[in-house]
């Protein structure tokens, strides 16, 4: 049997992985700075963490959500503590697109209304509605393309006002960061007025952290910095290191009903001890702060370069922006240099999503590797 071949795949086997390096089937190591898309986050195979999931497992891996888990109410008060998003209610699902899914049903739900707004270049998962809500042509198939979404651009808050003022609108979803569309963001003024416009209106506010949140931009959540509280926040990716593990968090404003949401791997014992074990790591070794402190390492190796290359993002949500194509570059980064990276829908921007455990020290090898590579065009050999 074939595998169904859906994935553009890069000649490399990874075998195995430590903190922020990978190794592959021949033993080369590779310093990983684009952590699986975002999802390793406490590093690969973090000692504490293989503890915590063999010790579980050797307990118990899964019972399904019709008997208690107290694992599940030790995560709700974690996140509730770290998140400072105090009364909010978990829902427990396994990836990111589940988590909007359910974030969009469950809006849905409690406005009685179906049309969703979403953002230009953004990208909720592969879900039905989640599928909806994106730009990309490619990935919608004539049975998503049944829900009632708008498109609209960032920052065009009389347009977003006129959509909302018609009051048929159940939810607004955004990345604070836009991960795949290549991290852009909307203005403060612009976020702030559209909470602001959604409360007025009974549209729910979704806030899709699933790759920007959990620490990655060295706040628990990326839209923290913009002063709202969105109604519903989704989170996966960095969630369980590895562990496929996704979830919403819930304004205590919208009530539930039994039954209403649902699944059958949601919140089992492995998903939330890797994803307690996730949390308890973030705060023993302080990563959040490590991830500004690398963040700051990182533009100031740029700002010694006297490059007219853009930088963008937070924290370690980073992009590199040339003035040229990057797709051989990642691959010369990547075969001759062993330094992973990530891309994205722009096509002139090198991602950067590394384990939040990255030290200054690790952003040496990828600055070496670029000289070596652009000695040339925007970076200027003789200001290195
Ligand atoms: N939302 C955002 C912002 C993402 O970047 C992604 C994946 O890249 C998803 C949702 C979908 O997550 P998953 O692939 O776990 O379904």
Known sequence: MSLFDVYSVYELTIVRGRDVYVYDDEGNR??????????????????????????????????????????????????????????????????????????????????????????????????????????????ISPLNAQHDVELLPFDDIERFEQVLSNGDVAAVIFEAIQGIGGLDEPSIDFVQSMSRICRENGTVLIADEVQCGFGRTGDFFAFSC????????????GMGNGFPVGGILI?????????????????????CTSALSVLKEIENMDLMNQARLCHNYFKDQLDLLGTDVKLKGRGLMLGLE???????????????????????????LLRLLPPLTIQPHHFD?????LNQELPWKSIQRSAI
Request: aromatic share 10%; net charge positive; with cysteine.
């Open 226 to 237: 913009f002063g709202i509280q969105p109604d519903i926040v989704s989170m996966a990716k």
């Open 30 to 139: 590779y310093l990983d700075l684009y952590g699986g898309h975002a999802v390793i986050s406490i590093g690969h195979s973090h000692p504490g963490y293989v503890k915590a999931l063999s010790d579980q497992l050797s307990k118990l891996a899964f019972y399904s959500n019709a008997v208690k888990n107290p694992l599940q109410d030790e995560l709700s008060d974690h996140l509730n503590d770290i998140s400072a998003m105090q009364d909010y209610q978990l829902f427990l699902c396994n990836s990111g697109a589940e988590a909007n899914e359910n974030a969009l049903k469950l809006a849905s739900f409690h406005t009685g209304k179906k049309k969703i707004v979403a953002f230009e270049n953004g990208f909720h998962g592969r879900t039905s509605a989640a599928v909806s809500v994106t730009d990309n042509d490619k990935i």
């Open 365 to 369: 090898i990828f600055f070496n590797a």
């Open 251 to 271: 304004h205590p404003g919208l009530k539930p009903k039994k039954g209403m949401l649902g699944s059958t791997f949601g919140g089992n014992h492995l998903a």
């Open 322 to 348: 040339f003035d040229f194509p990057v797709d051989q570059l990642r691959q010369t980064l990547m075969f001759k240099h062993h330094v992973l990276t990530g891309s994205s829908k722009n096509k002139n």
